[in-house]
């Protein structure tokens, strides 16, 4: 990858919708009738397609060695500096800490990722064994279920989420808070710790397969969901760096992530299977269920991190349209 993948990042600086005579300071929208007047003049006149223009500064045309295409740093005019560049690896630590809306998120998040590790590390291992007998290739199938659940998560977690935001904001003076989202976790809560004891007691009682194929459906569901809508709302509280944002969730749920596919083994060997995930069910429902002081509290908690929101905002190193 390092000899042979070239350099990808590029910065491109473009003016777009602005005509080569306006300048910037002076560009001022056109009004409604003389835009219907100058339509109307050029109906009938031959179309010219022009060739679309880019405005880029800090950049040559000329073509960069081998060995400049395998530099690690490169300090061009435009682009963020390397001290600018290894800042920015750790802000997003310290954003767990300044951020507390994003550091739930990145909880919840995690938690939501660690369910569907426990549906990996289990299925082949479930239903394998007595009564079930399943070959690979049919506990391969068996991800059909989880395939349809994610579908359906992604309705729910993005048409269905949104048209309920905008109701609530409408009864809200016309004001959308990124906390009216947060009332969709409700399902998803509630599937994700039915579809774990629906696996997992069902796996130790010997439940037809089709129970377990159900669960498996309904955990997947949640687990995108869940997912879905919690990264939805980081992104709504802190816009303007809201990549970096993401890194700290991302760092979060990884960790996450990470140790619960080590523990579960363990977890169930020490519990028994039926034990274990009725445990996991009341935990991913009590994590869920967090995020109802999250919508009365929320704004509250954005509130106070304003200050240092802004203060990122400014010393961000690449800027947010």
């Known amino acids: 990858m390092y000899f042979f993948l070239e350099e990808t990042i590029y910065f491109r600086n473009t003016v777009e919708g602005v005509d080569d005579g306006d300048s910037a300071g002076n560009s001022v929208a056109p009004q409604t009738d003389d835009i219907f007047s100058q339509n109307k003049e050029v109906d009938n006149e031959p179309k010219i397609v022009e060739e679309p223009t880019t405005i880029s500064s800090g950049t040559t045309s000329s073509q960069k060695s081998y060995w400049q295409r395998l530099a690690l740093f490169r300090s061009v005019p435009g682009r963020p500096s390397i001290k600018q560049m290894f800042k920015m690896m750790y ?49 391969g199938t068996a991800y059909t279920a989880p395939l349809i659940g994610a579908a359906l998560a992604g309705l729910w977690s993005g048409w269905v989420t949104d048209k309920f935001a905008i109701r609530l904001a409408r009864r809200n003076n016309g004001i959308r808070e990124p906390e009216h989202r947060l009332w969709a976790l409700s399902l998803s809560g509630l599937l994700c710790a039915a579809g774990l004891i629906l696996w997992g007691v069902g796996a130790a009682n010997d439940l037809s397969w089709v129970g377990l194929v159900f669960g498996l459906g309904m955990l997947a569901f949640s687990v995108i969901a869940g997912g879905s809508i919690t990264l939805s709302y980081a992104v709504d509280c802190f816009k303007e760096i809201s990549g970096e944002t993401m890194m ?32 996991a069910a009341m935990i991913a429902l009590g994590c869920t269920a967090t995020f109802l002081p999250m919508i009365y509290y929320g704004k509250s908690i954005r509130k106070a991190s304003a200050k240092k929101y802004w203060e990122y905002v400014a010393t961000a190193a690449t800027t947010h349209a």
């Not at 995690?110 to 549906?119: A, D, H, K, M, P």
């Not at 979060?252 to 579960?264: E, K, L, P, Q, V």
């Open 248 to 279: 700290s969730v991302v760092v979060i749920r990884n960790t996450t992530g990470f140790a619960i596919s080590y523990a579960i083994n363990p977890w169930i060997d020490a519990m028994g299977v039926q034990n274990c995930f009725i445990t």
């Open 91 to 139: 802000r997003p630590l310290l954003m767990m800490y300044h951020f507390p809306s994003v550091t739930w998120a990145g909880l919840l998040y995690g938690t939501c990722l660690s369910w569907y590790n426990v549906l990996n590390a289990t299925t082949s291992s479930l239903l394998s064994a007595s009564p079930y007998f399943f070959s690979s290739g049919l506990v």
